[in-house]
């Protein structure tokens, strides 16, 4: 059974990372960050995530602790075309977990498990996307959880420099009906499968960050780092099940059954991130982000199976990407700040002649807001973020059905940290 749409739709997945930036590349580790629209990452030292953005951002946070935090990110979708309509509206749970220690005020060291790229789509089986599109797609869903060990070294002229070890572990899930797809002859009639095919891979890989840190005082810092591209090989299986029948609906061979082993050789991009913050007065804090994310390693795709013809090149042609964030601090007392941020977010996708059913990714637009209460040993945080999403189409006719999509997405975080 070919199965050319499920690897090249997996690959296009694997190779990026849920409705939240542009280009599936997830940033909810942060609550605070959540708040501001992700401005100023890495460098606010108000929680533990900087080990996941800028590791050099750790000397900002003065004592050890921990912080658990979960978001909750809606995917919710329109998709039309001259079929009829179809919605998706769900919620996705985003855990983290992160945690640093002060050896001194010199030395410091993290770990942290969190999900840096996402994805979840999910059409019903009778739905138009799923029975009209040539890849039948049902179910798109993908998850890589990183296992991070950061360490920093404050000096003395107010540099700070950082390096985190990554450990990477991906998973993947496509699902996608089989409509009507010619299988052979039987006594000299046409026979045609219905079914579905069920694509699951895994596999670990790993990844490193670099990250630098200058304070010009104690009221202004700015931030940069890098973060490696890491090559995903996972590995894993493909079911296919069918009713095969006639042209008239007879089944002729009921509940056949296929497996083949499976295999995929994509990049998750390399990225840099320069951040600031000044503190104007014990009232006000701006941040600002500049993120630049190096797509155009996913140019094009080799993906390869053991089902016949199951040896592909494939070309998505994404280009590299920005995303420009601010945000506002508002310091209300000592244990209530509030906070607001605005982002532009660019997608990667080269336009609608590559965007897919599986991931009708747009440019977006962020609005956020946030708060913060401290007392004592502990922080609670608050965060929600409205995406607004720009209109996308997909007319790649070789998989895809020509449908315009009306996307938004909706995330609130909480998060909570406790200071030894």
Do not use: C
Not at 294 to 321: C, E, I, L, M
């Amino acid at each position: 059974m070919k199965n050319l749409y499920t690897l090249t739709a997996l690959a296009l997945i694997l190779g990026v990372g849920t409705a939240h930036a542009a280009g599936y590349q997830l940033n909810e580790m942060s609550t605070t960050g959540l708040g501001r629209s992700f401005a100023g990452i890495g460098v606010m030292g108000d929680d533990y995530s900087a080990m996941a953005y800028n590791p050099a951002g750790m000397t900002l946070v003065k004592r050890s602790g921990v912080q658990a935090g979960l978001a909750f990110t809606e995917i919710a979708s329109k998709a039309k075309s001259k079929y009829g309509t179809d919605k998706m509206d769900y919620f996705v749970p985003l855990p983290s977990f992160l945690s640093q220690y002060n050896l001194n005020n010199k030395w410091f060291f993290g770990a942290g498990v969190y999900i840096p790229y996402g994805l979840s789509t999910k059409y019903k089986h009778d739905s138009h996307v799923a029975t009209k599109s040539k890849g039948g797609v049902r179910k798109s869903y993908l998850e890589v959880m990183d296992f991070n060990f950061s360490t920093a070294y404050r000096f003395d002229n107010g540099l700070s420099l950082g390096a985190s070890a990554i450990l990477r572990w991906i998973e993947g899930q496509l699902t996608s009906n089989i409509n009507n797809k010619p299988v052979g002859e039987y006594m000299g009639y046409p026979l045609y499968g219905n079914g579905y095919n069920d694509y699951r891979v895994n596999g670990w890989s790993n990844s490193w960050q670099l990250g630098a840190v200058y304070e010009f005082n104690e009221n202004t810092r700015l931030g940069l780092s890098y973060r490696f591209k890491s090559t995903q090989k996972p590995r894993g299986k493909q079911y296919t099940y069918m009713d095969i029948g006639l042209p008239d609906g007879t089944i002729v061979m009921p509940n056949v059954f296929n497996r083949y082993n499976t295999m995929a050789d994509p990049e998750l991009p390399a990225s840099w991130i320069l951040s600031g913050f000044h503190k104007w007065n014990n009232t006000w804090g701006t941040s600002a982000t500049v993120k630049y994310i190096q797509w155009h390693r996913f140019y094009t795709f080799p993906a390869k199976s053991t089902a016949p013809g199951g040896n592909y090149d494939v070309d998505y042609k994404w280009k590299d990407s920005w995303t420009f964030s601010v945000g506002q601090e508002y310091y209300a007392n000592e244990n209530w700040t509030l906070r607001a941020g605005t982002a532009w977010d660019q997608s990667p996708s080269a336009g609608n002649s590559y965007r897919t059913n599986r991931i009708p990714d747009t440019d977006r637009i962020w609005l956020s807001a946030g708060a913060s209460y401290t007392k004592g040993n502990h922080q609670v945080d608050l965060g929600y973020a409205h995406l607004f999403m720009m209109h996308g189409r997909t007319r790649n006719q070789e998989n895809d059905l020509d449908v315009k999509y009306h996307n938004h997405s909706n995330m609130f975080a909480i998060q909570y940290q406790y200071k030894f």
